[in-house]
């Protein structure tokens, strides 16, 4: 901790760590890239460890990729959300195509062309995030956190927040007897702002993540009263336009959403055209939220087809019942994805599609097995990380799955995050 040397850095690692080699020991560098010679502190990490951690702290040789930040504490030190504020935008997008080629050859042992895609509704990679959780500091300024630290760094703006998120004043106030304070800007309505007060509910978030699933947005109260009792059922609506299908969702207020605002219709229309379900075709969605695939399905495979939906939130799968009332062809179950698929393949149920949404772990052995027992045609695979679906690849080609197309989407500008849409199909 706190050595320092001179690094030649010569790849990127997913994390969003440039890598290097100092007298043979590896060495991950924040805010440094590939090409580039700098002087890095090591921020993690012992003598005699296979690798450490370390920030950049002076570039010695700088790469024509690196351009200056627009947030003035993204750099060492400063606040941990953003891994690439010192990167132009389309190399941002080469460096999170390498990492998913690599994982995918690395660990699926599977070689393809991956290409990152932006995604409509950010301003040139900045003012996407629509759900922000600040932490508080002890004199109540509302910010966020260093990598790997409890301190909070006020702000005065977040560049990566829509304008919608900080013109609420959130970081101008005092939130004293707070322990954070939650902002959401939806697609419809106005943004909410929630106080969460010290002995309030644990929502488990990291306050630098681009990424949270279930604690992006919190129980909302009015914005001006941070001492009033939290609504613990407090919902907004998320409107989503794609080109093949759209409709709108209630969503929990603590419940998971994307944050880019172009992320879900972006993927709802990715995902039926790599599936393109028929009319009468049975399809599963799994790890389903609110029902963005679901409903998407339910309307393709029409009257004569079934949809199973299955979500362990259970606030979420009322919003999706509540929303699909006219949809008979789709059944909504709560309850854990490998629990329910069990009673599906021990009845020697089949699936025609399958659409797998699982968090950033991945899905794992025993879903990705009963999956393919079901004998799909086609497996759509969100990804939100790199390694767990190259992993998951793999299993599902253990049991005679091919990896088809494989497609990047850049839904977390400025941060390391990659979102990717792969396409499973049977071996022929």
Same mark, same amino acid.
């Given at each position: ?36 010679? #700098? ?59 390498? #990492? ?116 992006? !947005? ?47 219709? !972006? ?162």
């Amino acid at each position: 901790m706190g050595a320092t040397s001179e690094v030649d850095l010569v790849d990127i690692a997913h994390g969003g760590h440039a890598v290097g080699r100092v007298e043979g020991q590896v060495v991950f560098v924040r805010h440094g890239l590939p090409g580039e010679r #700098v002087l890095v502190t090591v921020t993690k990490g012992r003598e005699g460890d296979r690798f450490v951690f370390a920030d950049a702290t002076e570039v010695l040789s700088a790469s024509p990729h690196r351009v200056e930040s627009r947030c003035p504490v993204a750099g060492p030190g400063g606040c941990g959300g953003c891994d690439f504020q010192h990167v132009d935008l389309a190399h941002q997008r080469d460096l999170k195509a390498s #990492v998913l080629r690599t994982q995918l050859s690395r660990l699926a042992k599977v070689d393809r062309d991956v290409q990152v895609h932006p995604v409509p509704g950010d301003e040139d990679g900045l003012r996407w995030r629509t759900r922000v959780e600040f932490a508080v500091d002890g004199a109540g300024r509302a910010g966020l956190r260093p990598q790997r630290s409890h301190d909070v760094i006020p702000l005065e703006d977040c560049p990566i927040a829509t304008h919608g998120v900080v013109d609420t004043g959130v970081l101008q106030r005092d939130w004293s007897g707070m322990r954070a304070v939650d902002v959401v800007a939806p697609s419809t309505g106005e943004p909410v702002v929630v106080p969460i007060p010290l002995e309030g509910e644990e929502s488990g978030a990291d306050p630098t993540s681009p990424e949270v699933d279930t604690a992006d !947005t919190a129980d909302a109260t009015d914005a001006d009263d941070t001492t009033g009792a939290l609504e613990t059922e407090r919902y907004v609506v998320e409107a989503v336009t794609g080109e093949r299908w759209q409709g709108d969702f209630e969503v929990h207020a603590r419940g998971f959403w994307q944050v880019h605002p172009g992320a879900a219709s !972006t993927f709802v229309d990715r995902v039926l055209t790599v599936l393109d379900p028929q009319p009468g075709e049975r399809a599963l969605d799994l790890y389903a939220g609110v029902g963005l695939f679901a409903r998407a399905l339910a309307d393709a495979v029409g009257e004569d087809g079934a949809v199973l939906a299955v979500e362990s939130d259970a606030r979420a799968c009322a919003s999706l019942a509540a929303a699909a009332t006219d949809l008979d062809q789709l059944e909504v179950r709560v309850g854990k994805v490998a629990d329910a698929l069990i009673p599906l393949v021990e009845g020697g149920d089949e699936a025609d599609l399958v659409v797998l949404d699982p968090p950033r772990v991945g899905a794992g052995r025993a879903v990705i097995t009963d999956v393919c027992a079901l004998g799909p045609r086609a497996i759509a695979y969100v990804a939100c990380d790199p390694a767990a679906l190259a992993r998951d690849v793999a299993i599902a080609a253990e049991h005679g799955y091919e990896l088809g197309e494989v497609t990047g989407y850049d839904a977390f500008p400025m941060t390391h995050h990659v979102e990717a849409i792969a396409v499973l199909r049977r071996a022929a």
